[in-house]
């Protein structure tokens, strides 16, 4: 390499497993070192007397860390699993269990520089160092799927190049399905618990976050639509030096989203009032919705006092029944009509023909207490909000009752994640923010009847 290449400087790397073979053997790994530890503490229990539990063998802090560490190391379908069950469910899961996996969420390691080039090199070309005037190997982030650095080419371009781990894209199927069927087994994940959909969800969403094509498809589509609002900023493409694996974009500077808690109220309200805005848009204009709420897609630039718009892998259409279905929803709770929100509900598919009668009524108030952001007209205080904790605490409820089963579409889910996601950042920033009128008005801007 010569000398336009900085070395990594950054926290020790960690390869990833890059087939499937060595991909199920580190899964294997970690099986053999949950039953090993459960031996150990055994011993170790019956040596002072006592008569363990399985489920107390199992479910030590030490075997909890080890799923983790595993999970993060193969990154991919792996972590993303872990992500998804730390987040959808970790009211449900072991303590010890939750507290490790909820690190996932925003912990991923490197990978080492070695693995960096040959993904650059089977991508574009040996040689391809030539292109630039310097390329940083230490990464400015690190998630499931892949990894971002920041380059500088000999025509002047300042990029964010997103290259993507090697075996995520064709170890998704066996990772997901791998990596459930062990956390059963081994005793770590409850077997009451139905995470099928958030299997299938995490299989989905992960090939569509692995096609790097496909999300600079996205990016321009976005960046299209969103021409004529000035407030957002999204990087541009550089289709030259995208593939399959590897995405070029822009560098575009900005701070995190969370740093605005410290911003003064109107520039809270402001941000978080340009992001459901925004969601208003996607879901009843574009029909086109960005779905992860992950707060570390959004940057905030406090020079030009843009919004900055990062990640379209999780981008999906919306369709026109779910649309109107979410519409006709909104608009019977903002009116206080419980029984046009029933009928929504059903056309939605959270409701069916079946659904008993105390059941209909505890979805209806469940819907009512989640939508309570959009039925106040002079704006709603996100900042003294405990809304979250109480719709989970009712969903949980109601999800306890083994006789009472209807699961949302796929496509409704991931706009409740989406909207619950956006309520959490708004929680976190303490803005009050006035959905009573921004819905209003993205109704008729749209101009759709329901």
């Known amino acids: 390499m010569t000398s336009k290449v900085e070395e990594d400087t950054g926290a020790p790397p960690l390869a990833v497993p890059g087939s499937r073979g060595s991909r ?76 490790i996996l909820g690190r996932l969420r925003s912990d991923a390691r490197a990978m080492p520089k070695t693995q960096v080039m040959d993904m650059l090199v089977a991508n574009w070309g040996s040689g391809w160092e030539k292109q630039f005037k310097r390329f940083s190997f230490t990464p400015l982030a690190a998630a499931s799927i892949g990894q971002v650095h920041r380059a500088q080419t000999l025509d ?39 995470i099928a959909p958030l299997l299938r969800d995490a299989k989905r969403q992960l090939h569509d976050e692995a096609n790097y094509v496909q999300e600079g498809d996205y990016l321009q589509r976005y960046g299209d639509l969103l021409a004529d609002a000035p407030q957002y900023r999204l990087p541009r493409l550089h289709a030259d030096l995208t593939t399959a694996s590897v995405l070029a974009m822009d560098y575009v500077r900005g701070a995190p989203i969370e740093e605005l808690a410290d911003a003064a109220p109107a520039e809270r309200d402001r941000v978080m009032t340009l992001l459901f805005s925004l969601l208003l848009r996607e879901v009843f ?18 020079r030009s006092h843009r919004l900055v718009l990062l990640d379209f892998g999780a981008t999906r259409a919306c369709k026109a029944r779910m649309s109107i279905g979410f519409r006709r929803l909104i608009k019977a709770a903002m009116a206080a009509d419980r029984l046009a929100m029933g009928t929504a509900l059903m056309d939605i598919g959270y409701l069916g023909e079946s659904t008993q009668e105390r059941h209909r009524q505890a979805v209806l108030d469940m819907a009512g207490q989640a939508l309570e952001p959009f039925c106040q007209e002079g704006g709603y205080d996100f900042g003294s909000s405990d809304l979250p904790a109480r719709v989970r605490a009712n969903g949980m409820a109601l999800g306890m009752q083994r006789e009472f089963f209807q699961l949302p579409p796929a496509d409704a889910m991931l706009l409740q994640r989406k909207f619950g996601g956006l309520y959490l950042l708004a929680i976190r920033l303490k803005a009050r923010v006035n959905l009573f009128t921004l819905t209003k008005a993205a109704f008729a801007s749209s101009g759709r009847s329901a």
């Open 24 to 99: 199920l053997a580190s899964l294997g790994w970690m099986a053999a070192g949950i039953a090993g530890s459960m031996v150990a503490e055994g011993a170790r229990q019956l040596s002072q007397g006592n008569l363990p539990k399985v489920s107390d063998l199992l479910l030590t802090p030490a075997n909890a860390r080890r799923v983790a560490d595993e999970l993060a190391k193969l990154r991919g379908a792996a972590m993303k699993v872990g992500q998804l069950l730390s987040m959808e469910s970790g009211d449900l899961l072991p303590p010890a269990l939750a507290e």
């Open 156 to 194: 002047g371009r300042d990029l964010a190049i997103k290259i993507q781990y090697p075996g995520v894209r064709e170890s998704i199927d066996s990772d997901v399905d791998n990596v459930a069927g062990l956390l059963r087994l081994s005793g770590l994940m409850p077997k009451a618990m139905d």
């Open 285 to 302: 204009e574009f029909r086109l919705v960005q779905t992860d709420p992950n707060f570390a897609n959004y940057r905030y630039d406090t």
